[in-house]
Structures are given as structure tokens and as C-alpha cells.
């Protein structure tokens, strides 16, 4: 099995938290291939047309003709440090939140705080005069406003949980998102203003989400109805088959835990002398199932 195998495998069966990080990294390959494409043909306008369609428009013009942006431009990303440092973010703070809340509640908060983040930047935009001079011609990408929202709202969920940083030792959480927010957030407002506000409106829907959480109110439940209803859609269906399965007896299911036991051993053999490489893809499908059974 491939690397392209690998992920696929992951992805199919990794959680909610790894899908987002993939989704960003092959969107930003994808912004990357397309730039190599433009610079070889000697036009840099097709990176353009490319990050123009996927970023979402101050304009209002703009974002009648754009709508799907509101989504896509929370997974672009253009600059290699730009979706390095809020992916790490996402999986450092995506982790903690896993440990408390669960994966459709990650994908509601991702999802929600970024359209909330767009919604301030745009409306910002339309509204302060500061920007009449580049409202058209100002778009906004990444995955920041999506990353603040879920650092500031597992960090209202569990205020006092410590982790450790280096040089610092360790430290709660609520301090640390403290930081991140005024240092990414407030600090040189006037530079990368636009950016700046996105993150305000995903930090206020992660604040307000758990909030509302905590009075037994969740806002993402609507939103995870709508998107279980399109991947219903575009899920292929499965042919009804109906078989009458036979109930095992004791012995018949300590023979068949049996045999699993001696299939894992053997792959487990394969991996001490010829490493993972050597394993075939239903062997790797089935230590990865038996992984996740035992996590």
C-alpha cells in the first residue's frame, strides 16, 4: 500500500480533527500546484484566478456572485507558515477539545466560527470608513477565525487545564488563549486589519457557543442536521441485504477471537523483520482496525 493509500485509510477512518487538517493541507497543495502551473506557462494570473475563487470578497458585489467562499476560504491558505502555525494550532487545541467534547461539535465550532469570522470581516469592511478606499478589492483566507474559535472555546470549557510549554513550564489554558488572541488579535490592529477581525468574530462564536453550552444549549445541532442531510445525498448507497446470521456459541467465539489473535501476531512478525512497508493493504487495514478497537 501507497503513500496515496495511507491517507486515504487515515482519512476514511481518522477522526473529524485529522479530516480538517487534510482538507487544509490539500487545498493549499492544490493553491501551490496551481502557482507552479502559472509560473511555468509565464502567467501569474492563474494563482490569482485560483485564491480569487476559493477567498471570500469584502464587496458585497463580490460575494453575491462568490457565496460558496464563506466556506472555502476558512480551509485556503497561500503561504507556508500561514497554514503551518494554524495547523498546529487546530491540532494542538483540536486534541484537548476531543478530550471533552465530541467530534460534531468540533466540525459545528470549526465551521460556525469561520463563517462568524467572515461575517465581522465583512461587515467591518462595509461599515468603517477606514476601509472605504480598499473594501473592493480586499478578500481574506485561512483558517484562523475557524482555529480561534475552537482555542477559546475549549478554553472557556476547561479554564484550569494545564499544559506545558517550553521555557514556561506549565500553564493554564485560559492564559495561554488569553495570549494568542491578543497577540494574533489586537496587537497591530492596522496591519492585516481584515485578518484581525476575523479572528474577533470566530473568538466571540467560540465564547458564545460554549456559553450556551453550558446551559445545555448547543448551536451547532441545526447545523450538523444540515450537514449529515448532504453527505446522506452524496453518500453512495448500499444494496439491502437481508441474511439470517446464526448466534455463535461460546466455544465458536473463542475460536474465531483465536484466529483474529493469530492473524495480528503474524502481521506484528511481518513488521519486526521487514518493517511497515512490508505489510500488504488488507494487513494494515486490519492492524489499524484492531488499533482503533484497543484505543
Do not use: C
Not at 496587537?187 to 485578518?195: E, H, I, T, Y
Amino acid at each position: 500500500m501507497g503513500i496515496w493509500d495511507d491517507i486515504k485509510l487515515t482519512f476514511r477512518n481518522g477522526s473529524n480533527l485529522t479530516r480538517l487538517i487534510y482538507i487544509n493541507v490539500a487545498v493549499f497543495v492544490l493553491i501551490t500546484l496551481v502557482a507552479g502551473i502559472g509560473f511555468l506557462l509565464n502567467n501569474q494570473d492563474v494563482s490569482g484566478k485560483a485564491l480569487n475563487l476559493l477567498s471570500v470578497p469584502a464587496s458585497l458585489n463580490a460575494l453575491l456572485l462568490r457565496p460558496w467562499t464563506l466556506i472555502t476560504y476558512m480551509f485556503t491558505h497561500k503561504d507556508i507558515w500561514h497554514i503551518l502555525f494554524n495547523m498546529l494550532w487546530l491540532y494542538s487545541f483540536g486534541r484537548i477539545f476531543l478530550e471533552y467534547l465530541d467530534q460534531r461539535k468540533l466540525v459545528a465550532v470549526y465551521l460556525l466560527g469561520g463563517l462568524s469570522g467572515a461575517l465581522v470581516y465583512i461587515l467591518s469592511f462595509n461599515i468603517f470608513p477606514a476601509f472605504t478606499g480598499v473594501l473592493a478589492d480586499s478578500a481574506a483566507i485561512g483558517a484562523s477565525a475557524s482555529v480561534m474559535a475552537i482555542v477559546i472555546a475549549i478554553s472557556a470549557y476547561v479554564p484550569d487545564y494545564t499544559v506545558q510549554l517550553f521555557l514556561f513550564g506549565r500553564i493554564k489554558i485560559k492564559y495561554l488563549a488569553l495570549a494568542i488572541f491578543v497577540f494574533t488579535s489586537i496587537m497591530d490592529f492596522s496591519v492585516n486589519s481584515g485578518g484581525k477581525l476575523a479572528h474577533i468574530g470566530g473568538a466571540f462564536f467560540g465564547y458564545l457557543y460554549i456559553l450556551n453550552l453550558k446551559h445545555g444549549r448547543d448551536m451547532g445541532k441545526g447545523f450538523n442536521s444540515i450537514i449529515d442531510f448532504f453527505v446522506t445525498i452524496f453518500k453512495p448507497g448500499k444494496k439491502l441485504k437481508v441474511t439470517h446470521k446464526k448466534v455463535a456459541t461460546e466455544y465458536e467465539y473463542n475460536k474465531i477471537k483465536v484466529e483474529q489473535q493469530k492473524t495480528i501476531n503474524h502481521i506484528l512478525d511481518k513488521i519486526s523483520k521487514g518493517g511497515y512497508d512490508s505489510l500488504t493493504k488488507e494487513e494494515k487495514e486490519t492492524l489499524f482496525k484492531e488499533s482503533q478497537k484497543k484505543s
